[in-house]
């Protein structure tokens, strides 16, 4: 470790002395303030109960804590959790090309707690449900919350399905925001780093009027905006996928000075064939004959660059250009092509804006409450990944570059450069267009198109909620809680730059629905708009007629208006919405006495009405032009399908001893399209002397797939790479294209949904023992464990070609050649994982203030899955490489140190995510800088804060404080493209940054 050191430290000064209490007040519920000692609600029960004894590990957080560490978005709290799972949950994390059940997440960032998913964990506001974002119709965007408008948050580290719901399997985060607020606060915030890009600002205002205790009735509101810009790849040096002697290097070959490939001959641009290509239109004679690497027997046809052949100025003379590692990814014929380095090109920190807003009006009546409630969000951001790649196909993608008048300087050069190495092309200065030699053949190619821009989806979300409660006594010792709300979350995604109209038919069925009159496979598609000057429409129109020079890095003023002419910027990609109506209500009291305390027990019913709908594109109906390699999900649209769940509770609290305390809860949900089912919860706790505590519980859960899971349609994708081989035939250790039985397979890849999903169902028990020898010094150590069955998900490609024997059906063969994996939603397996949970805190009067510290980390203790019930178990998983879904830290820890004098605050802070397996590439275990292991990822934050006076605070802090890279990790991914020399889902990629807040208060 880089700071081993300082690290130890600070881990040394937090394990001196057991914890103090995580604030010098208790956690409250959203509507009742209460003092140590006072019977409230707390998150993950409907009794009132003391907080500081609960039976349940809940975590809770302060504006104080977020300041410290420089926390300014829901999704920056959220990756701070140690809790927190290791998921591909945030933005930087969805900002490349996603496949699976990561497509149509654009602009969300989620919550994952113990690492069960975000559809397994529960996000309340206030205690009640918010609407799923609009686009999955399952996880929860966090970014949606109130921020300005929050008075803490508590986080349940234990499964809550009989009180909330039988989904909250991982646990449950609840945002709390201000009540009986009064007076005006205005806060400004900025992030920027020390490079002056990717800066975050954060502008906010609450006001509130009114006293509840005295006037009667309080009214509030709170409005922030926000501002992230973006950060790209390119801006980075650790972002970098030629390292070639370290393992990594990107398999592709459309490059910005174009690769030249064999293509067979095209009736409509190439009628006698192609430059390296055959005359015969020939699947298994589409090369030139003699197209040989010299000194060998080895065809050429993976690909030649000009800039890689002798004389010529290097694959790396381009930004971001390489040369193609032939050995590493077992291509032998790509001797000669370049490569380039898509990760720079993708986004690391979304560009987002962020609008939201809360308001809440609370009316006294006695002892009773009835406040009405409006929280909203309208937020835009930005996915920007690798530009468009435009690879040669006969048929499908016609790319030619032609011999005319605009192109002969630069198709002369490139004859000539490759002639000089490949004489089988003809003599070089050859410049007769005659049956000797190739020259004035077109060229065809493979190509990325920087000059297009970087590709782009734009989305919009907006999120609304209202809510209407009450509660308030029913006489003696019973009360009441009751309350109904709305929510809705709508989003939408545009196309941004980067994409253009095609210009041909790329298939049977498109042209078949195209409505045109004799349109076939590979024709043209007049329904595209033409650029200036070319004579066919499109993308291929423009190629094809020379106007754009793939061969060059720079472009004439007609090219870039070609590009601009057959742009699709600002095409509906797609849309969706989900809505959630809620009524609840329960009652809460005292039974009978016994010695050691009332017998009390809380009775409740909620309804919800779930609906979920999906919109495709109309640029993807009849009448509507071909958009090159756009996922408009059309196959996905969805009418409005509606789930109402019906449910009734209970929970009782009996006080057996003064030291001992049990509580059992029972939930009964009925759902559509499920039926009922019944989940129970006991808790424990046994406290020998007032400063030793035992706690234990146990629950069950049960979880019904996403209306995406249930009712997508079949999308299949094509399959890029070229790494993969078929288990079956390909031994242990075998190398792709090398050893025998190990050729390349790229089968095209099935996802959707699946109506025959059933529910997931887990059983989860967790026991602890919590210290509290002082008023300002706990220790906690909760040990946990999660079995999930029937577990609802996908197979990754990978782990379908390892069980192939087990799903036989999945898999798909063409003359005993895999061409397709089958990999729809269904029930596979299950899963178990166990981990402990460590919380310390303590504090001393020192130097004339007072000196605390702390820690929260997560240990894990297992981690494994099998795909059928009948299975074992696999290997562990913890700290084992996976390219989706969790990734199993084994350790996790936020730890601090704070000294507070006078008006002043000064803290430094750890966040440690441990290391992990790397991943490997087909050759990378060979090279001699591989790194097996990922090195664990260290960063410590500083800050300052001084009350200047009474109403003004300034606070000021270095996050990274050390200016930490994140560390290489090969997390390119062939199959799909994306990825590159860094892990998103671990690091956070904008190094050392300045932060500066201000809270003036009126």
């Not at 030619?400 to 008048?405: E, F, H, T, V």
């Not at 919590?770 to 300002?776: C, G, N």
Request: proline share 5%; with cysteine.
């Amino acid at each position: 470790m880089k700071y081993s050191n300082t690290a130890i430290l600070l881990l040394a000064t937090c394990l001196s002395a057991p914890a103090f209490a995580q604030e010098s007040s208790p956690p409250v519920s959203a509507e009742t303030n209460g003092d140590e000692g006072t019977a409230i609600i707390v998150t993950g029960s409907r009794i009132k109960q003391d907080p500081t004894k609960s039976a349940a590990p809940l975590q809770v957080i302060t504006p104080s804590d977020l300041s410290r560490e420089g926390i300014n978005s829901p999704e920056q709290l959220i990756s701070f959790l140690s809790t927190n799972g290791t998921g591909a949950d945030n933005l930087a994390s969805n900002g490349d090309v996603t496949s699976g059940a990561q497509r149509g997440t654009n602009g969300l960032s989620a919550a994952n707690l113990r690492g069960q998913g975000a559809a397994a964990t529960l996000v309340l506001l206030n205690g009640r449900r918010v609407a799923a974002h609009g686009l999955t119709g399952g996880a929860i965007d966090v970014n949606q919350v109130p921020f300005a408008a929050l008075e803490r948050v508590e986080v349940l580290k234990d499964g809550a399905s009989a009180i909330y719901g039988t989904d909250a399997i991982g646990g449950v985060i609840n945002f709390i925001t201000k009540s009986n607020f009064q007076g005006v606060v205005l806060n400004g915030f900025t992030d920027i780093t020390q490079r002056n890009d990717s800066a975050i600002y954060r502008l906010s205002g609450t006001a509130g009027y009114g006293d509840l205790d005295t006037q009667g009735f309080n009214i509030m509101g709170a409005v922030s905006k926000s501002w992230n810009s973006g950060l790209l790849g390119k801006d980075r040096d650790f972002v970098n996928g030629n390292q070639p002697n370290r393992g990594l290097s990107v398999d592709t070959r459309g490059t910005p000075i174009a690769t030249a490939f064999p293509a067979n001959p095209n009736s409509i641009f190439a009628p006698t064939g192609s430059l390296l290509g055959g005359t015969t239109n020939s699947a298994a004679n589409f090369f030139l004959p003699g197209l040989l690497i010299p000194g060998t027997t080895t065809r050429a046809d993976g690909g030649i660059n000009p800039l890689d052949l002798p004389g010529g100025a290097g694959c790396d003379s381009v930004n971001g250009g390489m040369a193609y590692d032939e050995v590493l990814w077992s291509v032998p014929g790509a001797r000669f092509a370049c490569s380039w380095d898509t990760g720079r090109a993708a986004v690391l920190q979304q560009p987002l804006q962020t609008l939201t807003y809360y308001g809440k009006a609370t009316l006294a009546l006695g002892d009773h409450r009835l406040a009405a409630e409006i929280t909203g969000s309208d937020a835009d951001s930005k996915k920007r990944f690798s530009n468009n790649q435009y690879s040669i196909n006969a048929t499908t993608m016609p790319l030619y570059y032609p011999l005319n008048a605009t192109t002969a300087a630069t198709y002369n050069s490139v004859y000539d450069t490759i002639a000089g190495t490949f004489p089988a092309v003809g003599a070089v200065g050859d410049r007769t267009v005659d049956a000797v030699g190739n020259y004035g053949k077109p060229i065809a190619y493979r190509w990325r198109n920087i000059p297009g821009g970087n590709r782009e989806y734009v989305t919009n979300t907006k999120t609304i909620r209202g809510a209407l409660t009450a509660e308030g006594p029913l006489g003696g010792t019973w009360d009441y809680r009751a309350g109904a709300s709305y929510a809705k979350s709508e989003a939408s995604s545009l196309l941004g730059k980067g994409y253009h109209y095609a210009g041909i038919f790329r298939n049977a069925a498109n042209a078949a629905a195209s409505g045109v009159a004799g349109a076939t496979n590979g024709g043209i598609d007049p329904r595209a708009p033409t650029a200036p000057g070319a004579t066919r429409p499109g993308i291929v129109g423009l190629l094809n007629s020379g106007i754009l020079n793939p061969f060059s890095v720079d472009q004439s003023a007609a090219a870039l208006a070609g590009l601009d002419a057959i742009s699709a910027e600002g095409t509906t990609l797609y849309g969706g919405q989900y809505e959630v109506k809620q009524f609840d209500a329960s009652v809460s009291g005292s039974l009978f006495d016994l010695p050691a305390g009332a017998v009390q027990v809380a009775l409740g019913a909620d309804y919800r009405r779930e609906t979920y709908s999906f919109n495709g594109s109309a640029a993807a109906v009849t009448g509507q032009a071909e958009i090159f390699n756009v996922a408009f999900d059309n196959v996905n649209a969805l009418t409005p399908k509606n789930r109402n769940v019906k449910a009734v509770y209970a929970e009782m609290s009996v006080p057996v001893l003064e030291s001992l305390e049990l509580t059992g809860a029972v939930r009964l949900d009925d759902y559509t399209g499920f039926g009922s089912t019944v989940n129970p919860k006991f808790t424990a706790r046994f406290s020998p002397t007032n400063w030793v505590m035992l706690r234990a519980s146990y629950n069950t859960g049960f979880r019904v797939p996403s209306f995406n899971q249930i009712f997508n349609g079949v999308t299949e994708s094509p399959n890029p790479g070229n790494n993969l081989t078929d288990p079956s035939t390909c031994p242990a250790g075998g190398v792709v294209n090398v050893t025998a039985g190990c050729g390349a397979i790229t089968p095209t890849s099935l996802s959707g949904g699946n109506l025959n999903l059933g529910p997931e169902t887990s059983e989860q028990y967790s026991a602890g023992i919590v210290f509290t020898p002082a008023r300002q010094f706990s220790a906690s150590v909760d040990f946990w464990s999660i079995a999930v069955d029937n577990t609802i998900g996908a197979l990754t490609i990978a782990q379908l070609l390892a069980n192939q024997s087990s799903f036989s059906d999945r898999v798909i063969r063409t003359s005993n050649v895999i061409t397709q994996l089958d990999l729809r939603a269904d029930n596979i397996g299950s899963r178990r994982t166990q981990g402990l949970e460590v919380a310390l805190r303590g504090g001393v009067d020192a130097f004339g203030g007072v000196l605390t510290a702390g820690l929260d980390g997560t240990y894990l203790l297992k981690k494994k899955e099998k795909f059928l019930p009948t299975a074992p178990f696999g290997s562990s998983l913890i700290g084992v490489f996976t390219y989706a879904g969790d990734l199993g830290l084994k350790w996790k820890h936020s730890a601090f140190i704070n000294y507070a004098v006078d008006d002043m605050l000064f803290s430094f802070s750890q966040i440690y995510r441990n290391g992990y397996k790397n991943n490997a590439l087909p050759a990378s275990s060979s090279r001699p800088d591989y790194n097996a292991r990922v090195k664990a990822y260290v960063t410590y934050n500083l800050s300052a804060a001084m009350d200047m006076n009474d109403k003004l605070r300034l606070t000021a802090g270095i996050r990274n404080v050390f200016d930490t890279d994140p560390p290489f990790a090969i997390t390119y991914d062939s199959n799909t493209g994306a990825g590159s020399s860094w892990e998103p889902r671990v690091a956070d990629p904008r190094g050392r940054s300045f932060t500066l807040a201000v809270e003036a208060k009126f």
